[in-house]
């Protein structure tokens, strides 16, 4: 079955998976949908017994229909190789009572390596299948990992460069050092005087700058997004998911068809959405447990059905989650109203405008899927030591947040179904907020003696991604101010 792909916006012909990928944003700003969402084709009896590559081949190729199995194969390939630090790609770690899905044994060690691994061998592929003979210009605002992990799968990737924005102070230390220290000459990294919601918007503006866009063309340039809205960054995470489901049989941790809940840190609602298009596809899911930090306006949204983006943006130890305009839920949002772009795009008219909009009963209905949770700093870091305590397992802050939100899941339901959680980064990447959670004590000393503490308490080896960093020099330093990104990206590309 062919699967093409229409904006959330307006009723635009829809266009094929390839060329969905090198826009990343539809023209009417709308965000790129399957026309259908497709059903898994392969049993669980099957699926267990695949390798990671295999498992993702079942999925992209259900979706992305108009590239060959062979380029398909190709990619994968490219993607999920020796850069990842163990075959599974993405194992699973039983703790608590829970199964960690442990997404960030890619090269930059956040859950971003696994869309961003394979997102440059997609685009590059796509742009052959369309005879693009523009150079990509990758454009993306990040709150810390996306931008690492964009970059180190752009950098030296021929026929495309790389920008990055990023809040200056709104990301960690370790994660701006990662960013500022990237190799490639075709990579560009600047930081902005803003927060996340900030760098994000300034680049939605510049890709609906008609005007440059022209002038981009004239020289042989065109934008094209890595963030998680493009559609080439959501399919691949979405196989992940069969995976852990698939491992879960092979394992008899449970039986072919036993529904288990997915909790997921939240951000730009990409990673949660990835899980539901996989129960869409048949996947044995019952709740998909949305958990948010203290900017908790997803929480808000699922208990009330209003999304209010007015509020203080408050700073977290978990920043890749500190977001109030959450991208992705736009294409839940359309699939509530039935699929209605002009309903969907009279909603995204009030975010943009008043920064708020409230969903009808009808539709809050449809979200029975999802249940919102959120934690606040304090039961993030109880739950890095409670955990530690208990089985000598240490998580990052973002998957914290999840675990709390799951106990706090099991304690007002009672729900005793399996529970897979999405682990999105090493504790190496936030190692100051990880080991204070543990011991108040190690609250003064310097980063990189806390990594070395942080080996010697878990038993893990500090990853290549640390190791290079400790030395590694700065060849990115340029701030600009919210307003001048348009300007930082035409100076850079010499327009
Ligand atoms: C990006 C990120 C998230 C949030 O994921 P979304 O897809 O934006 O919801 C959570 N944790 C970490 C470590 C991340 O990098």
Redesign the pocket.
């Known amino acids: 079955m062919e699967v093409l792909y229409k904006s959330t916006r307006s009723d635009m012909a829809p266009i094929k998976a390839s060329e969905a990928i090198l826009k990343g944003l539809s023209d009417d700003g709308g965000l790129f949908v399957p026309t259908a969402i497709p059903a898994l084709d392969k049993s669980f009896a099957e699926l267990s017994q695949m390798s990671y590559q295999q498992v993702a081949y079942e999925v992209l190729k259900l979706y992305l229909t108009d590239f060959t199995g062979e380029e398909l194969k190709d990619c994968i390939a490219k993607a999920y190789d020796s850069k990842f630090d163990t075959p599974k790609i993405a194992p699973l770690r039983k703790a608590q009572g829970a199964y960690y899905l442990e997404l960030f044994h890619g090269a930059t060690i956040?859950?971003?390596d696994m869309a961003l691994s394979i997102l440059p061998h997609l685009m590059t592929t796509s742009a052959k299948k369309n005879n693009v003979k523009n150079e990509i210009v990758i454009l993306t605002a990040t709150?810390?990992?996306?931008g690492k992990a964009a970059l180190a799968g752009f950098a030296d990737v021929p026929g495309t460069r790389i920008i990055v924005f990023y809040p200056k102070g709104g990301v960690s230390a370790v994660q701006e050092k990662q960013m500022v220290t990237q190799k490639g000459n075709n990579t560009h990294v600047i930081g902005i005087n803003g927060n996340f919601d900030d760098a994000q918007t300034g680049v939605k503006n510049i890709f609906n700058d008609k005007a440059l866009a022209a002038q981009m063309e004239e020289k042989g340039f065109q934008f094209s997004s890595a963030n998680?809205i493009n559609i080439g960054r959501l399919v691949p995470q979405i196989a992940y998911y069969v995976y852990a489901y698939a491992q879960l049989v092979a394992d008899g941790q449970i039986t072919d068809g036993e529904k288990i809940n997915i909790c997921?840190?939240?951000?730009?609602?990409?990673?949660?959405?990835a899980a539901y298009y996989a129960k869409k596809m048949g996947l044995p899911v019952e709740k998909l447990i949305c958990a948010s930090n203290e900017n908790k306006v997803l929480y808000d949204f699922f208990a009330s059905g209003t999304y209010d983006r007015n509020r203080d943006f408050i700073l977290t130890s978990?920043p890749?989650?500190d977001?109030l305009i959450?991208s992705?839920l736009e294409r839940l949002i359309y699939f509530v109203t039935g699929e209605d772009a002009a309903k969907n795009a009279a909603f995204m008219q009030q975010l943009s405008g008043d920064g708020v909009y409230e969903i009808t009963d009808d539709m809050r209905a449809k979200l029975s899927d999802f249940w919102g949770g959120c934690a606040t700093e304090q039961e993030c870091f109880g739950k890095i030591k409670a955990l530690y305590e208990a089985e000598g397992y240490i998580i990052?802050t973002?998957?914290a947040v999840a675990g709390a939100v799951y106990d706090a899941y099991v304690k007002e339901t009672g729900d005793q179904a399996k529970t897979v959680i999405a682990s999105?980064?090493s504790p190496y990447?936030f190692s100051r907020s990880v080991m204070t959670a543990i011991d108040e004590a190690y609250k003064d000393q310097e980063d990189f003696a806390l990594i070395d503490a942080l080996c010697e308490k878990s038993g893990v080896a500090i990853p290549p991604a640390i190791e290079q960093i400790r030395t590694a020099p700065v060849l990115h330093n340029t701030v600009c101010g919210k307003d001048e990104m348009k300007q930082a990206v035409c100076s850079w590309l010499g327009i």
Do not use: E, Q, R, W
């Open positions: 956040a859950f971003k709150s810390g990992d996306t998680s997921v840190p939240t951000g730009n609602f990409g990673n949660i959405l978990s890749s989650m977001i959450s992705n990052d973002h998957t999105t980064a990447k």
